[in-house]
């Protein structure tokens, strides 16, 4: 019997079914190629999954470091590693102002749930651009500012890689060496090619202006450049703002384009203008540039994921194209952007006494870290702790890069349960009064023993 002979019109279907699985079966033993075909789409090679073949991906350093913090039972445990603020006791923190702005929402019965525009909400995007230009900022009188509401500095920093990609005549971006660790995969994936700058110099624990001076004089000129606009992560070294405006000159000269990346408006020196004044001395310039803002940390709002990305231009006309462009990046991403977080934002900030009960608390969250700096400074010294720890009250905003290699990390996360990346990162708004000594004790254990 041959399979034809079961295809044939005469037969009946049960003599047809039989002929489908003959088929099949000689199609399966004869081909490798053809069984891929029939099998059913659910199973596999081995272990009966299409994905069997995946192998295990690594947790992510920042974010993997939580998810060992959380497996960990000891009571005495401390999470240093994401940057995220804690209070006093420990405990993460909603803003009060933030508490206020959701219950106006909550309250005003005509708010609606539909889909904000694929640039977000439109009050939002206008308040972001003047908080971080400033009120009076040349470009956003004379209108050359395109901003769109994304999701968080993450989400606003791959937007902008994309339109960059797509629009830009140069496609190679500078990162500072070292840097924070998505930054090479958005923009790789982005699709622009990523080198980095000289930065950090760990024999000083300081900037190293020389390298990164150099660096940028050679790079390939029109190249864009990443920026961090205040509290740089990891190091928590920023430049001075002589530094910057020599950065500027060079920059500016050689037509880099800035790309800054702004999630710790605020948080550095407690003042928002403050901390965004080396944007404001680019713009100030009258050229070009990206601006990518998060909303994550100074108003803690980390998973409303609620953020900005605003591109400066020369004119307003050349702005109207640049939003345009955004949109039809945005719009096969993640079509538009989720409303709760940019409404919260939009309250605060048009809201003279709410914006000012923000400053005052954001001054508090940017105090309590430095206060930190200091307790864990003395404490260290207390203990004749050997080396220099004068980094640790001289480095600025949210992190501490403290010079611990990755060896000396996992002996503190093994024998005293505290958790951070493995480059030596602490999140000093992880920590509080009650837990310096426990921190202060594994540095110095580690400090003073070969690890
Ligand atoms: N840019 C820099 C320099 C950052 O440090 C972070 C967050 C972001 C952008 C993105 O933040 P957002 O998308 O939440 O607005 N860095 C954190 C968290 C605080 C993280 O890794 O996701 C960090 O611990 O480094």
Same mark, same amino acid.
């Given at each position: 019997m041959t399979n034809s002979e079961f295809s044939s019109s005469s037969s009946s279907p049960s003599d047809r079914r039989i002929g489908a699985l003959l088929r099949h079966l000689t199609a399966a033993t004869n081909s490798d190629n053809l069984s891929s075909v029939y099998a059913s789409p659910t199973s596999g090679v081995s272990g009966g999954s299409v994905f069997a073949h995946l192998v295990q991906a690594p947790e992510d350093p920042i974010l993997g470091v939580t998810v060992a913090y959380n497996k960990d039972p000891s009571p005495v445990k401390l999470n240093l590693g994401v940057g995220a =603020?804690?209070?006093? *006791?420990?405990?993460?923190?909603?803003?009060?102002?933030?508490?206020?702005?959701? !219950? !106006?929402?909550?309250?005003?019965?005509?708010? $609606?749930?539909? =889909? &904000?525009?694929?640039?977000?909400?439109? *009050?939002?995007?206008? /308040?972001?651009?003047?908080? $971080?230009?400033?009120?009076?900022?040349?470009?956003? %009188?004379?209108?050359?500012?395109?901003?769109? *509401?994304?999701?968080?500095?993450?989400?606003? &920093? %791959?937007? #902008? #890689?994309?339109? &960059?990609?797509?629009? =830009?005549?140069?496609?190679?971006?500078? $990162?500072?060496?070292?840097?924070?660790?998505?930054?090479?995969? $958005?923009?790789? /994936?982005?699709?622009?090619?990523?080198?980095?700058?000289?930065?950090?110099?760990?024999?000083?624990? #300081? &900037?190293?202006?020389?390298?990164? @001076?150099?660096?940028?004089g050679a790079a390939t000129p029109g190249s864009i450049v990443l920026l961090h606009a205040c509290a740089h992560n990891p190091t928590g070294v920023d430049p001075t703002i002589q530094q910057w405006e020599q950065?500027?000159?060079? @920059?500016?000269?050689?037509?880099? @384009?800035?790309?800054?990346?702004?999630? =710790?408006?605020?948080?550095?020196?407690?003042s928002l203008d403050t901390d965004a004044k080396p944007i404001r001395m680019f713009v100030a310039d009258g050229g070009e540039c990206l601006v990518a803002q998060s909303y994550a940390k100074n108003m803690g709002l980390y998973g409303e994921r609620v953020g900005a990305l605003s591109i400066v231009c020369k004119s307003s006309d050349v702005a109207g194209k640049v939003e345009s462009q955004l949109k039809l990046v945005i719009r096969p991403m993640y079509s538009s952007p989720p409303i709760h977080g940019a409404s919260i934002v939009a309250v605060i900030l048009r809201d003279r006494n709410l914006f000012n009960e923000w400053t005052l608390e954001l001054k508090a969250m940017a105090d309590r870290i430095i206060s930190m700096r200091k307790q864990l400074f003395e404490a260290l010294r207390a203990r004749g702790t050997p080396g220099d720890w004068s980094h640790i009250i001289k480095q600025i905003g949210m992190f501490t890069f403290t010079g611990l290699n990755p060896a000396q990390v996992s002996y503190m996360t093994k024998e005293y349960h505290i958790y951070m990346t493995s480059d030596g990162r602490i999140s000093m708004a992880g920590l509080s009064s009650k837990t310096v000594p426990h921190l202060a004790d594994a540095i110095h254990a580690v400090a003073t023993k070969a690890v």
């Open positions: =603020y804690r209070t006093e *006791e420990g405990k993460p923190l909603v803003l009060n102002v933030v508490r206020k702005a959701e !219950q !106006q929402l909550i309250n005003d019965r005509t708010r $609606i749930k539909e =889909y &904000l525009p694929i640039v977000g909400l439109v *009050e939002f995007n206008k /308040l972001s651009a003047k908080l $971080i230009l400033g009120a009076d900022s040349p470009a956003i %009188r004379e209108n050359r500012v395109s901003t769109v *509401e994304c999701l968080s500095g993450t989400g606003s &920093l %791959r937007v #902008g #890689g994309e339109f &960059l990609a797509k629009h =830009y005549h140069q496609k190679t971006i500078y $990162i500072t060496q070292p840097t924070w660790g998505n930054h090479p995969k $958005i923009f790789t /994936l982005a699709g622009l090619t990523v080198k980095t700058y000289r930065y950090y110099d760990p024999s000083t624990r #300081g &900037l190293n202006f020389q390298g990164l @001076m150099e660096d940028l950065i500027r000159q060079l @920059m500016r000269s050689k037509g880099l @384009m800035p790309f800054f990346d702004s999630a =710790y408006q605020g948080f550095a020196s407690g």
